[in-house]
Structures are given as C-alpha cells and as structure tokens.
C-alpha cells in the first residue's frame, strides 16, 4: 500500500479510538449531570410535600388525643351516673327535711308531721 492511503488509515483508526476514549471517559460525567439537574429541580417539590406532611401529621395527632380526650370524659360522664342518683336521693331527702322544719315552725306538733326519712350515706354510692 501507498503511504498516504496509510496515513488515511492510520488517521481514521486513531480519531475513532479517540472519540471512543472521549465517550467513555465523558459518560459517568454526564449521568451525574443529569441527574444533579434533575435533583436540583425535584428537590424543592419534594421539600415542600415532606413539609406539609409533617404538618398535617401533627394536626392529625392533635385531632387524636383531643378524640381520645373526649371520649374519656363521656365515659366519665357515663360512669359518674351513680353519683348523680346519689346527690338526688340527697337534695330529696333535704327537701323532705326542709318541710318538715318549715311545718314545725309553723307551729304544728311533731306527732302530726310524718317523720322525714333519715339520710344513709353512702347507700347508692357504688364504687366505679
């Protein structure tokens, strides 16, 4: 062969290798610069969705122990049902007592009177 048909060969062999050499060597760069623009615009989205989940997740625990609070205090409310009879047979018994005084001072004999029931504490008060 010529020299400068060679010379053409020669010349075609290196700047493919080269171009290959350039490729390979610029390759990685370019995924990473890639993926860093990619970040770079996904990133402040994604800040913000984390933001607001964090908020409505302590919104959301707040919602809970106020339910849960309420829910206490309606089974407390339930369960203090005996109490309550029990301060009514006591605002009965005063009431009967009451009248019994004001008849007494009116000037009516106790015989007459019927005798106010005596209070008995603690009768309708059960534990919880």
């Known amino acids: 062969m010529e020299e400068p048909e060679m010379q053409l060969k020669g010349k075609k062999v ?15 760069s370019v995924a990473l610069y890639r993926l860093q623009e990619h970040v770079r615009r996904s990133l402040p989205e994604l800040a913000q969705h984390k933001a607001d989940m964090q908020r409505w997740e302590e919104q959301s625990q707040g919602a809970i122990y106020t339910v849960e609070y309420a829910c206490s205090a309606v089974k407390n409310l339930v369960d203090s049902g005996v109490y309550f009879r029990s301060v009514e047979g006591l605002l009965k018994q005063a ?22 029931p005596q209070p008995d504490f603690g009768r309708d008060v059960e534990a919880p």
């Not at 350039?22 to 990685?28: H, R």
């Open 14 to 28: 290196t700047d493919k290798f080269t171009e290959s050499i350039y490729v390979l060597a610029n390759e990685p």
């Open 95 to 116: 009431i009967s007592i009451r009248d019994h005084m004001n008849a007494t001072a009116q000037g009516h004999s106790p015989e007459e009177l019927p005798r106010p």
